[in-house]
T-cell receptor, first 111, second 109 residues
């Protein structure tokens, strides 16, 4: 059983489109995250939700909007995609501030 | 904020060799994790080790919180150990993980 699953694994889309990446965890964790990994492999946190409430919202364009329908899901919606949005996006979860488990990543390519 | 430095930045070894990766951090932390990102991009949590020593097969990790460093040991390296190893720490005050820049490990057959 996959603990943290995100879909799709790969996403190629044109500039200006709107797209969503879905994330689900079956670990019973109460906190979920979205990270962006840039071309230099550096991981930056974007958002964190605890029990469906936003607790971290780093400086990202407001074209990025997280949605948490329940504790087990945190989806990332991106409007008006730009070339610079191309990256690998990772979803993660943890119980409180503890050990994080990561999804396998979504490689987004904007053309 | 906390600074996290990893060394070495790159490491190339022959299969069967042992290696030690280091993570230094600039302030007290109550959460330290080691991750392995394999060549396919998958991030795997290796250890959750705010202090002390843990072992998992050929891998072990030691964190000396009072001296602000952690070490990851890989013994009898295999080609599947290749990838980037990240250290990440959490500040006391919030949930945010602060990541090091990683050590890129290449194991040659």
């Amino acid at each position: 059983d996959t603990a943290v699953s995100q879909t799709p694994k790969y996403l190629v889309t044109q500039m200006g489109n709107d797209k969503s990446i879905k994330c689900e965890q079956n670990l019973g964790h109460d906190t979920m995250y979205w990270y962006k990994q840039d071309s230099k492999k550096f991981l930056k946190i974007m958002f964190s939700y605890n029990n469906k409430e936003l607790i971290i919202n780093e400086t990202v364009p407001n074209r990025f909007s997280p949605k948490s329908p329940d504790k087990a899901h945190l989806n990332l919606h991106i409007n008006s995609l730009e070339l610079g949005d191309s990256a690998v996006y990772f979803c993660a979860s943890s119980q409180g501030p503890g050990r994080k488990e990561f999804g396998s990543g979504t490689r987004l390519t904007v053309v | 904020g906390i600074q996290v430095e990893q060394s070495p930045p790159d490491l190339i070894l022959q299969e069967g060799a042992n290696s030690t990766l280091r993570c230094n951090f600039s302030d007290s932390v109550n959460n330290l994790q080691w991750f392995h990102q394999n060549p396919w991009g998958q991030l795997i949590n290796l250890f959750y080790i705010p202090s002390g020593t843990k072992q998992n097969g050929r891998l072990s990790a030691t964190t000396v919180a009072t001296e602000r460093y952690s070490l990851l040991y890989i013994s009898s390296s295999q080609t599947t150990d290749s990838g980037v190893y990240f250290c990440a720490v959490r500040e006391d005050s919030n949930y945010q993980l602060i990541w090091g820049a990683g050590t890129k490990l290449i194991i040659k057959p």
